[in-house]
């Protein structure tokens, strides 16, 4: 359905923009298309507006507007205004009365449609840099947050290993001290384990230990009880006084005097065959 060909009106208090001083002869057109998708009926309202065209297409300017919302299952009206190509120097945007309300109708001309392709292009590539640097700025925020999180794992490990050597130092320095304090000072690690294995393999099972002091090449040992702590006889064991415990007594255990089995030299064992038919191993120094 179209409407007759009425010359236009300008809604009240809105001029027309024009470059040229001349009041251009707008022409409007209103019609309806049947129902269909809202790009479909775009479409085809865009071709009703060029073959319903009052003049041939080369000299005129078409500008086409939907009068309502578009709803599925119903017909779409619009409206298309019609100006005369040589009318338009540039741009010219008027507004009109149509149906009794006023609808904006903008007319470019042709020659200038270079220029607003050269302007669009340059938008675009404005916009393809900004995106570009926004990706850059991300991915640089994104590594230098890696880089970051590596640095803050790499202190932590740092202080984790220097607060556990702190920890160590001060188990050696409470352990050097404790030694020290029994008496231990100038005496090898070697002879210190020596003295505390015979200790815990000759004590009697029913005995008490105290305390461990050494004095020299001597070791003295506090037990709970008047009894000789230790069962073997490979040292020399004598009472030395009483502690300061109440039924507390000192035994001075004398330097070994015979080689400790527990450090002696390790066996090299001959795989080769005995002359009798048996394996046999022979000690080393």
Do not use: C
Request: net charge positive.
């Amino acid at each position: 359905m179209t409407s007759d060909w009425p010359i236009a009106r300008r809604a009240a208090k809105t001029p027309m923009t024009n470059t040229d001083s001349r009041d251009p002869e707008t022409l409007l057109r209103v019609f309806q298309m049947p129902a269909a998708p809202p790009w479909d009926q775009q479409r085809a309202a865009w071709l009703n507006a060029r073959h319903g065209s009052p003049l041939p297409i080369p000299e005129v300017i078409i500008d086409l507007r939907r009068l309502d919302p578009w709803r599925p299952g119903r017909a779409g009206r619009f409206a298309a205004a019609y100006v005369r190509r040589a009318d338009v120097v540039s741009e010219l945007s008027v507004t009109l009365d149509v149906e009794e309300r006023p609808r904006t109708f903008l007319f470019r001309s042709p020659a200038t449609e270079p220029a607003r392709r050269r302007q669009r292009l340059i938008d675009l590539t404005l916009s393809a840099l900004l995106v570009l640097g926004l990706s850059a700025m991300g991915s640089w925020a994104f590594i230098q947050r890696g880089e970051n999180v590596r640095a803050l794992e790499q202190a932590e490990r740092s202080a984790r290993l220097s607060l556990a050597m702190r920890h160590t130092a001060l188990r050696q320095t409470r352990m050097v001290n404790l030694l020290a304090s029994a008496g231990a000072e100038g005496r090898t690690g070697r002879q210190l384990v020596a003295d505390l294995v015979w200790v815990a393999t000759a004590k009697q099972p029913n005995v008490r230990l105290r305390a461990i002091h050494w004095q020299g090449g001597e070791m003295d040992v506090s037990a709970q009880g008047p009894v000789t702590p230790f069962a073997q006889a490979d040292r020399d064991v004598a009472p030395a006084g009483s502690g300061g415990r109440a039924g507390e007594s000192v035994w001075r255990v004398k330097r070994l005097t015979i080689a400790d089995p527990l450090f002696r030299p390790p066996s090299i064992v001959s795989n080769r065959p005995h002359p009798g038919g048996s394996l046999a191993g022979s000690g080393a120094p």
